[in-house]
T-cell receptor, first 109, second 114 residues
Framework: RKEVEQDPGPFNVPEGATVAFNCTYS??????FFWYRQDCRKEPKLLMS???SGNEDGRFTAQLNRASQYISLLIRDSKLSDSATYLC??????????FGTGTRLTIIP | ETGVTQTPRHLVMGMTNKKSLKCEQH?????MYWYKQSAKKPLELMFV???????ENNSVPSRFSPECPNSSHLFLHLHTLQPEDSALYLC?????????????FGPGTRLTVL
């Protein structure tokens, strides 16, 4: 089983719609969780950290479910500029970041 | 100056060539990383340097040789590579490797091995 699993997509979503991605992780000792965004042919950039209580940043909401070992990202009122690959990232203690393969999102005008 | 820069951005090399990838960070960070990103695979961590000392080597073949002369510069020396080594090589930096700080990535070097 992969350490971090994501649905690779692609998700093709009309502009203005709400879209949600899930990510599951295999190691229950994981402590830190992040969503990174990677535009086509560009480097990954941190979108947001994911906290136990859930957190929101504008149109983006991240949730963590430790019992079920999954993380979610919700994007409301999607924009064309949201088109990218979204990487789920997990970190266990002081160890390295572990990346998922990413979920590709395309927003359609 | 942008945070993390990498050169060259594109590289095509034969299997018998020797080349080097360069990374420079202007963020005052203490940790630097090399990652490999292949199509449809997650980012694979190759090496971690903390304060110029290698702290992690993820079973990377010896044809990849990292060098960290100071906390701002990181090199990846390449020799006798294989076609399956073709990938995007990303450099990243963070405040330190143990904390939960964000990693900042460079734009990557797209490597093609013929």
């Amino acid at each position: 089983r992969k350490e971090v699993e994501q649905d690779p997509g692609p998700f093709n979503v009309p502009e203005g719609a709400t879209v949600a991605f899930n990510c599951t992780y295999s190691n229950s000792a994981s402590q830190s969780f992040f969503w990174y965004r990677q535009d086509c042919r560009k480097e990954p950039k941190l979108l947001m950290s994911v906290y136990s209580s859930g957190n929101e940043d504008g149109r983006f909401t991240a949730q963590l479910n430790r019992a079920s070992q999954y993380i979610s990202l919700l994007i409301r009122d999607s924009k064309l500029s949201d088109s990218a690959t979204y990487l789920c990232v997990v970190k266990r203690g002081n160890e390295k970041l572990t990346f998922g393969t990413g979920t590709r999102l395309t927003i359609i005008p | 100056e942008t945070g993390v820069t990498q050169t060259p951005r594109h590289l095509v090399m034969g299997m018998t060539n020797k080349k080097s990838l360069k990374c420079e960070q202007h963020l005052g960070h203490n940790a630097m990383y090399w990652y490999k990103q292949s199509a449809k695979k997650p980012l694979e961590l190759m090496f971690v340097y903390s304060l110029e000392e290698r702290v992690e080597n993820n079973s990377v073949p010896s044809r990849f040789s990292p060098e960290c002369p100071n906390s701002s510069h990181l090199f990846l020396h390449l020799h006798t590579l294989q076609p399956e080594d073709s990938a995007l090589y990303l450099c990243a930096s963070s405040q330190d490797p143990l904390s939960h700080n964000e990693q900042f990535f460079g734009p990557g070097t797209r490597l093609t091995v013929l």
